[in-house]
């Protein structure tokens, strides 16, 4: 299994600036993601975080507005850009580990927008 | 195209009664299946997985789902509710070899004395 740590658990931001989310996973895993759960909503995939280049994004996300990075096999960062209250929402980091066939998740970023 | 629908959105029990949640699928290769239990506040936690071995497969905390191709559904039991069932539980698809999960909109469980 995999244990997920997200930094930071929650923020409340003003509006036009930007905020650093971080995924930190405690062994080295295959596949990463970030996925927004909007109020009330499921989950849906924001991108596929790819260690060593550009992370692949879901249709209707871009990474002027979302930039991820992923510089090892254990670590990667999302970043919400030039926010709007409408980006308020929870932000949750996964990944895969090579033998599981299931997704491990952290406990999500609250992210609230004024 | 690929997709997973969780009929109800919040669904009501006594405790001690049958917990059913219903999830059914759409995809055109054989797919994994999750369910994953949210609580309040927390991450997603798996529950149980189907990935096309038995078709009947016991999860953790008493659920189990049946996986049956025939009706593309995949629904969720448990015997006997307990207070501490309650939680929002999602459904989700995976593509093999695509590691992309689809979620269902997801059902929240309230457990009532």
């Known amino acids: 299994s995999a244990v997920i740590s997200q930094k930071p658990s929650r923020d409340i931001c003003q509006r036009g600036t930007s905020l650093t989310i971080q995924c930190q996973v405690d062994s080295q895993v295959t596949m990463m993601f970030w996925y927004r759960q909007q109020p009330g909503q499921s989950l849906t995939l924001i991108a596929t975080?790819?260690?060593?280049?550009?992370?692949?994004?879901e249709s209707g996300f871009v990474i002027d507005k979302f930039p991820i990075s992923r510089p090892n096999l254990t670590f990667s960062t999302l970043t919400v850009s030039n926010m709007s209250p409408e980006d308020s929402s929870i932000y949750l980091c996964?990944?895969?580990?090579?033998?599981?066939?299931?997704?491990?998740f952290g406990q999500g970023t609250r992210l609230t927008v004024v | 195209a690929q997709s997973v629908t969780q009929l109800g959105s919040h669904v009501s029990v006594s405790e001690g009664a049958l917990v059913l949640l219903r999830c059914n699928y759409s995809s055109s290769v054989p797919p994994y299946l999750f369910w994953y239990v949210q609580y309040p506040n927390q991450g997603l936690q798996l529950l149980l997985k189907y990935t096309s071995a038995a078709t009947l497969v016991k999860g953790i905390n008493g659920f189990e789902a049946e996986f049956k191709k025939s009706e593309t559904s995949f629904h969720l039991t448990k015997p006997s509710a307990h207070m501490s069932d309650a939680a929002e539980y999602f459904c989700?698809?995976?593509?093999?070899?695509?590691?992309?999960?689809?979620f269902g909109a997801g059902t929240r469980l309230a457990v009532h004395p």
């Open positions: 975080a790819n260690q060593g280049s550009e992370a692949t994004y």
């Open positions: 996964s990944a895969r580990t090579p033998m599981n066939t299931e997704a491990f």
């Open positions: 989700a698809l995976e593509l093999g070899g695509y590691n992309k999960l689809i």
